[in-house]
Every structure is written in structure tokens, then in C-alpha cells.
């Protein structure tokens, strides 16, 4: 499929996937007029790839824990190293926290909505 198509299917920018094929996060094959064209199972990678945006890990990170994840189509993953493994702990813990003080934020403006309300 071709770029356009491949952007209208995951509601990814042009744009962004061009980025992502830059940080090597996804690959495509050229057309001998020089056109992108993805196959199938690049919806999927996209739509991780963007999972793991919005939980918040660097394209660098995503780059690091792709090879370790399995691919839509059942193919193998790699085995994850110790050190991966405690990056993706690490982005666990930085992603509880987050949760945590927006917990906390969410229960002082719920007080002052109270409050506010008599």
C-alpha cells in the first residue's frame, strides 16, 4: 500500500510516518517510480508504534523495544536483554507516577469544585 493509504488506515500524518521510517521504527520497499509502499502488517506497527508514543517513550526507546515485541503476523521476537528489560521497567514506573499526580491533581480540583459549589 502506499503512503496515503497507509496514513488514511492509522490516522497517521504523511508526515509521521516518514519520521518513523527515519527512526527506523518502520520499513518500506520502493516502487520503481520511487514510491513508499508498506505492506499489510505496517497498519499494525503503526498503531504500536502509537500506543507507545501516547504512553509516552522517546521514538529512541520505541526503537530499542520493537525487536523484543511480536509482529501482528506471529513471527518471532527477539529476546530482551536484562538492560531492556529495566528501561521498559523504568518507563513502567515513570508512567505509575504520572498516573499517580494526575490522581492527585484530579482529587484537589474535585475539593475545589466542591467547595466552590457551597
Do not use: F, N
Request: charged share 30%; net charge negative; glycine share 6%.
Amino acid at each position: 500500500m502506499k503512503i496515503g493509504e497507509l496514513s488514511r488506515r492509522t490516522g497517521a500524518s504523511v508526515r509521521s510516518l516518514r519520521y518513523y521510517e527515519q527512526k527506523r521504527l518502520l520499513a518500506s520497499e520502493r516502487s520503481p517510480g520511487g514510491h513508499r509502499e508498506y505492506p499489510e502488517a505496517a497498519v499494525d506497527r503503526v498503531i504500536l508504534i502509537q500506543h507507545l508514543l501516547t504512553a509516552g517513550l522517546s521514538s529512541d526507546k520505541i526503537a530499542d523495544v520493537l525487536p523484543c515485541m511480536r509482529d501482528h503476523d506471529g513471527g518471532p521476537a527477539e529476546t530482551a536483554t536484562p538492560w531492556l528489560l529495566e528501561q521498559l521497567e523504568a518507563e513502567r514506573t515513570r508512567i505509575d507516577r504520572s498516573i499517580e499526580e494526575l490522581r492527585y491533581t484530579r482529587d484537589v480540583l474535585d475539593e475545589v469544585i466542591e467547595a466552590a459549589a457551597g
